[in-house]
């Protein structure tokens, strides 16, 4: 177990590192920073691995993030279609095998999403959501794509920040003092995608761990419910997108009964 916990992490460092080389920048991209969103379609949330964990078990911490995240987004205000919404509209539509092979990732979400050098073509995600645009075929005009990148309970031997330089800690009063000690990592990067240009218009990412002198239920949702916050909330660049929300014009030549 110690030996697989161990050959986890240090796959997960090597990704890490190799997308440390060509991470897009975090916050809104430059194109966007005029344009305000109201409602997001939320993509189900994916991961290149399990992280050793049995298929039940991750799914159920796939279902965690997904659900925080979205919780997330309503209370930013943003009108949410959560995932079982949109994959029943695109069945409706039979739209769900083209939309699953071409945008369901299956690699790092750093490299999907992002405009092409010059001469070579988009990639096959971007081409699938032009197409899907054009046709009016999905039902908000961004998505939002959700990586979990790295989930691990264990024991953490040093400080984060001493292979990212993302990374936030917390602890409970009780937490051993100094390292070896018990910990959650959670590893989390999200994206808003425009469906017309395929294009990325926000991107943050972060790497959070949560200590304690036992690890628990409470601590794992802890953790998770941080990571999410920490990406998608205050500070991230997020809340610069979101619309104001829609105001009630009053015709004035309307006739109002008077008060009896």
């Not at 993509?43 to 049995?54: D, I, K, N, Q």
């Not at 645009?133 to 005009?141: G, H, I, M, S």
């Not at 003092?177 to 999200?190: E, T």
């Amino acid at each position: 177990m110690m030996l697989t916990r161990k050959l986890l992490l240090l796959f997960s460092l090597a990704l890490l590192t190799l997308a440390c080389a060509s991470t897009p920048d975090v916050g809104v991209r430059h194109d966007y920073r005029s344009a305000r969103v109201r409602s997001v379609a939320v993509v189900p949330f994916y991961a290149v691995g399990t992280f050793g964990l049995g298929d039940d078990e991750f799914e159920l911490l796939r279902l965690t993030y997904q659900a925080q995240a979205i919780a997330w987004l309503q209370k930013m205000g943003f009108e949410v279609m959560e995932p079982e919404a949109l994959q029943h509209h695109l069945s409706h539509h039979e739209l769900r095998e083209i939309f699953e092979e071409g945008v369901l990732l299956r690699s790092a979400l750093t490299s999907y999403f992002e405009p092409s050098n010059d001469g070579q073509t988009p990639g096959v995600e971007v081409l699938t959501l032009r197409t899907l645009a054009r046709q009016e075929a999905l039902p908000t005009d961004t998505l939002l794509i959700g990586q979990i990148v790295y989930h691990s309970r264990g024991t953490c031997r040093q400080a984060p920040d001493a292979f990212t330089p993302y990374a936030r800690t917390s602890a409970t009063a009780d937490t051993p003092a100094g390292y070896p000690r018990p910990c959650v990592v959670s590893h989390f990067q999200a994206k808003l995608v425009d469906i017309h240009t395929g294009h990325t218009m926000w991107f943050n990412r972060m790497h959070r761990e949560s200590y304690g002198r036992q690890i628990n239920e409470d601590l794992t949702l802890h953790n998770i419910t941080r990571t999410i916050q920490d990406t998608l909330g205050e500070g991230s660049g997020l809340e610069e997108l979101i619309a104001a929300p829609p105001t009630l014009q009053v015709n004035a030549s309307t006739d109002v009964p008077e008060a009896q």
